[in-house]
Nanobody, 123 residues
Framework: QVQLVESGGGLVQAGGSLRLSCAASGRTFSSYAAGWFRQAPGKEREFVARISRSGGSAYYADSVKGRFTISRANAKNTVYLQMNSLKPEDTAVYYC????????????????WGQGTQVTVSS
């Protein structure tokens, strides 16, 4: 079992930045690939970014590529999402997830989820 707790959400103006953190506890976090997803009101949960177990490779949704950066510190059991040049359409609840080695962009690839943190970008 892995427990995930997100933090760092909030209200920011368009063009601003936020850094989300996801703290993991339980089994060894470095055994899992990690991802960030988001869900806006009335919409499906969508993939944002994914990072390998070691942190050596990352993959992004086209909508955030070049603006968001996913990283992890396995010694701290933490994964991050640095979000720059935020846009109003980035407004959503952001969820951290952990899955097996080959977990990819699908939400059903992930076994463990945090409770989410709200990000609101004003225009």
């Amino acid at each position: 079992q892995v427990q995930l707790v997100e933090s760092g959400g909030g209200l920011v103006q368009a063009g601003g930045s936020l850094r989300l953190s996801c703290a993991a506890s339980g089994r060894t976090f470095s055994s899992y690939a990690a991802g960030w997803f988001r869900q806006a009101p009335g919409k499906e949960r969508e993939f944002v970014a994914r990072i390998s177990r070691s942190g050596g490779s990352a993959y992004y949704a086209d909508s955030v590529k070049g603006r968001f950066t996913i990283s992890r510190a396995n010694a701290k059991n933490t994964v991050y999402l640095q979000m720059n040049s935020l846009k109003p359409e980035d407004t959503a609840v952001y969820y951290c997830a952990a899955g097996g080695t080959y977990a990819g962009i699908g939400r059903y690839d992930y076994d463990y989820w945090g409770q989410g943190t709200q990000v609101t970008v004003s225009s």
